[in-house]
């Protein structure tokens, strides 16, 4: 095993898919972790598939015995999700996200050389205390209105300290640890919008599921009002903007967490350019408190200019080409493959 292989946990899931694919296209050779079996088109891209449970600890044995020099850890519950278990969340979001620290730590020592661990993290981190503090927050930074509301968005900021806890503080008092240390990167991602995949259990999954539905001809009934406004982002952006972190000097950044964004849409604006690509759409709206609820606590809008000025991050999809170029010309295809098989 070359001593530069990548681990990719929660290999399985949205971020996932995508990611592995751009990453076999670097050449670069992939260890990935799931607790679901892979999908053979995306399991054929990995040099090793480990499927398991993040908290089980024979996986970390496992991983311990395999050298990787790059963490992308994805595996997560997400936010509706995680309000219906509130416990399991905790243990795989939080209990998975330490056992996953401590091992990549333990092999950034065996190493001798620092391990760059990616922690895709969340707009659940804030919590917008009322529907005025969110139409008035505008640009929201990552360091203001850091209260949510959430379990996931919980398990998400503190995950951001304890990656900061082993990046910082543990390196120092660990006399032992010569070079090898963790280098803790964390992203702050806005709703994702896939064209090849469906997010589970998240609660900006109104915009990818409105779409997917559409595509294959089927009603929809959206679980929050048209007015709901969050920034979101494509995923080639994301996947770009997780590779670009990744790979910037670290003498470049002035900070551990940084938010992206792209574009932001309400869900009605969604709505209409999912009827615009799929013109008979069948859109209706049936808020569901609960979730409307949670996203209701999310910002409007990001300031990602820390991302800009640190890393060079610029996203390539803003609305209209996101609509009109790469989902509608990729969840066509997609659908019309599912069709004809
Ligand atoms: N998209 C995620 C969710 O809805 C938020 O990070 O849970």
Same mark, same amino acid.
């Given at each position: 095993m070359?001593?530069?292989?990548?681990?990719?946990t929660?290999?399985?899931?949205?971020?996932?898919?995508?990611?592995i694919?751009?990453?076999?296209?670097?050449?670069?050779?992939?260890?990935?972790?799931?607790?679901?079996?892979?999908?053979?088109?995306?399991?054929r891209?990995c040099?090793?598939?480990?499927?398991?449970?993040?908290?089980?600890?024979?996986?970390?044995?496992?991983? +311990?015995?395999?050298?990787?020099?790059?963490?992308?850890?994805?595996?997560?519950?997400?936010?509706?999700?995680?309000?219906?278990?509130?416990?399991?969340?905790?243990?795989?979001?939080?209990?998975?996200?330490?056992?996953?620290?401590?091992?990549?730590?333990r092999?950034?020592?065996?190493?001798?050389?620092?391990?760059?661990?990616?922690?895709?993290?969340?707009?659940a981190?804030y919590?917008?205390?009322?529907?005025?503090?969110?139409? $008035?927050?505008?640009r929201?930074?990552?360091d203001?209105?850091?209260r949510?509301?959430?379990?996931?968005?919980?398990?998400?900021?503190? $995950?951001?300290?304890?990656?900061?806890?082993?990046?910082?503080?543990?390196?120092? +008092?660990?006399?032992?640890?010569?070079?090898?240390?963790?280098?803790?990167?964390?992203?702050?991602?806005?709703?994702?919008?896939?064209?090849?995949?469906?997010?589970?259990?998240?609660?900006s999954?109104?915009?990818?599921?409105?779409?997917?539905?559409?595509?294959?001809?089927?009603?929809?009934? $959206?679980?929050?009002?048209p007015?709901?406004?969050?920034?979101?982002?494509?995923m080639?952006?994301?996947?770009?903007?997780? +590779?670009?972190?990744?790979?910037?000097?670290?003498?470049?950044?002035?900070q551990?967490?940084?938010?992206?964004?792209?574009?932001?849409?309400?869900?009605?604006?969604?709505?209409?350019?999912?009827h615009?690509?799929?013109?008979?759409?069948?859109?209706?709206?049936?808020?569901?408190?609960?979730?409307?609820?949670i996203?209701?606590?999310?910002?409007?809008?990001?300031?990602?200019?820390?991302?800009?000025?640190?890393?060079?991050?610029?996203?390539?999809?803003?609305?209209h080409?996101?609509?009109?170029?790469?989902?509608?010309?990729?969840?066509?295809?997609?659908?019309?493959?599912?069709?004809?098989?």
């Amino acid at each position: 095993m070359p001593t530069d292989a990548v681990l990719v946990t929660g290999a399985s899931g949205e971020i996932g898919h995508s990611l592995i694919e751009a990453l076999a296209e670097r050449g670069v050779t992939i260890i990935a972790t799931d607790i679901r079996p892979l999908p053979p088109h995306i399991a054929r891209y990995c040099s090793e598939v480990l499927k398991g449970d993040i908290l089980d600890p024979l996986l970390h044995e496992a991983l +311990l015995h395999r050298r990787f020099g790059q963490v992308f850890h994805l595996a997560a519950i997400l936010s509706s999700q995680a309000e219906r278990e509130p416990e399991r969340a905790h243990q795989v979001n939080v209990e998975g996200t330490l056992r996953l620290l401590q091992t990549s730590h333990r092999m950034a020592k065996l190493r001798g050389e620092p391990i760059v661990f990616l922690f895709p993290s969340s707009i659940a981190v804030y919590g917008l205390p009322s529907l005025e503090a969110k139409r $008035c927050a505008g640009r929201v930074r990552e360091d203001e209105y850091l209260r949510p509301m959430t379990m996931y968005g919980a398990n998400k900021l503190y $995950c951001e300290l304890l990656g900061l806890y082993y990046a910082r503080f543990y390196r120092r +008092l660990d006399p032992d640890d010569g070079a090898g240390w963790l280098d803790f990167r964390a992203l702050r991602f806005p709703g994702l919008l896939s064209a090849f995949t469906l997010p589970t259990g998240g609660t900006s999954d109104y915009a990818p599921e409105m779409l997917h539905a559409a595509a294959q001809g089927q009603p929809y009934r $959206c679980f929050v009002r048209p007015d709901t406004t969050i920034p979101f982002m494509a995923m080639p952006d994301a996947v770009r903007a997780l +590779l670009l972190l990744a790979e910037a000097a670290p003498s470049a950044l002035q900070q551990h967490v940084y938010n992206v964004t792209a574009f932001s849409a309400s869900a009605e604006e969604i709505a209409a350019e999912t009827h615009q690509l799929f013109p008979n759409s069948s859109i209706t709206f049936d808020p569901d408190p609960r979730r409307q609820a949670i996203v209701d606590t999310w910002p409007e809008d990001l300031d990602d200019s820390a991302a800009r000025r640190d890393w060079g991050w610029r996203p390539e999809y803003p609305r209209h080409r996101t609509f009109q170029e790469y989902l509608a010309v990729n969840i066509r295809r997609r659908y019309q493959k599912t069709y004809s098989l």
